[in-house]
């Protein structure tokens, strides 16, 4: 098994900045890649940027492209995903993903995750 817990989430004005982490413990020779999802309220789960273990190869939603980097610390076992530029459309709870398929593309959809945190609010007040 392994175990995902996010930290960062917070209350931010339009245009600030936000780092969300992501630890990773357990089993996490396992992983092939991560991502990070959000889910606003009363939207579905969205994908929002990841990355393939396997070629380091990295993918963004539209929506976030040239705003947001996800990067990793091997030594650490933590993902981060840095938001720039944020507006009120970012706001949702934002989830850390890991899975175990390996692949030289990065998932985008939910259910080819098998590893899920427990989420991190991010707000963004206009």
């Known amino acids: 098994q392994v175990q995902l817990v996010e930290s960062g989430g917070g209350l931010v004005q339009a245009g600030g900045s936000l780092r969300l982490s992501c630890a990773a413990s357990?089993?996490?020779?396992?992983?092939?890649?991560m991502g990070w999802f959000r889910q606003a309220p009363g939207k579905e789960r969205a994908f929002v940027a990841g990355?393939?273990?396997?070629?380091?190869?990295?993918y963004y939603a539209d929506s976030v492209k040239g705003r947001f980097t996800i990067s990793r610390d091997n030594a650490k076992n933590t993902v981060y995903l840095q938001m720039n530029s944020l507006n009120a459309e970012d706001t949702a709870v934002y989830y850390c993903?890991?899975?175990?398929?390996?692949?030289?593309?990065?998932?985008?959809?939910?259910?080819?995750?098998?590893?899920w945190g427990q989420g991190t609010q991010v707000t963004v007040s206009s």
């Open positions: 993903a890991a899975h175990r398929l390996v692949t030289n593309v990065v998932l985008t959809a939910p259910l080819q995750y098998d590893y």
């Open positions: 990355f393939s273990r396997n070629d380091g190869s990295t």
């Open positions: 357990g089993r996490t020779f396992s992983i092939s890649g």
